[in-house]
C-alpha cells in the first residue's frame, strides 16, 4: 500500500507533475487514486531494475517517465515516478530550479 503521506513528508512539495519550487508551476492537484495507481506501476517497474552506487546525471525523471510510459504502454506523471522512487527509498538528487530530479539508476539498466 503507499504512504502518501509519508511521501510527502519527505518532500512536502511534491505534485503530481514533480517537485514544486519557486521558478516551477504551482498546482493544487492531489494524488487522487488515478495517481496512486501510476505510482504503484512505477514501483512495479523499479522493482524490476537495480539500484546503482553512481547517481545518473545524465537522464531526469521527466525521461525515465517516458521510459516507462513507452514499456509499458500506459501513462504516468512525472511526480508519480518521484513518489516512487522515494517510497522504495532509492537514492535521488533534487535538479535546482526544475520539477525533476536524477535517480541512481545506470541508463543502461533503465533501457534493459
Known amino acids: 500500500m503507499i504512504?502518501?503521506?509519508n511521501i510527502l513528508q519527505t518532500?512536502?512539495?511534491?505534485?503530481p507533475f514533480g517537485i514544486e519550487g519557486p521558478n516551477t508551476f504551482h498546482?493544487?492537484?492531489k494524488f487522487d487514486q488515478d495517481y496512486i495507481?501510476?505510482?504503484?506501476?512505477?514501483?512495479?517497474?523499479?522493482?524490476t531494475r537495480t539500484v546503482?552506487?553512481?547517481?545518473n546525471r545524465n537522464i531526469s525523471s521527466y525521461g525515465i517517465k517516458h521510459i516507462i510510459e513507452h514499456k509499458l504502454?500506459?501513462?504516468?506523471?512525472n511526480g508519480c515516478f518521484i513518489a516512487a522512487v522515494i517510497?522504495?527509498?532509492?537514492p535521488y538528487?533534487?535538479?535546482?530550479d526544475s520539477p525533476n530530479i536524477f535517480v541512481a539508476i545506470s541508463y543502461k539498466e533503465l533501457k534493459r
Open 52 to 55: 546503482s552506487k553512481k547517481m
Open 27 to 29: 498546482t493544487d492537484a
Open 11 to 15: 518532500e512536502p512539495t511534491l505534485t
Open 93 to 96: 538528487e533534487k535538479i535546482p
Open 37 to 47: 495507481n501510476q505510482i504503484e506501476t512505477c514501483i512495479e517497474w523499479l522493482n
Open 73 to 77: 504502454d500506459t501513462y504516468v506523471s
Open 3 to 5: 504512504d502518501i503521506k
Open 87 to 90: 517510497s522504495l527509498g532509492i
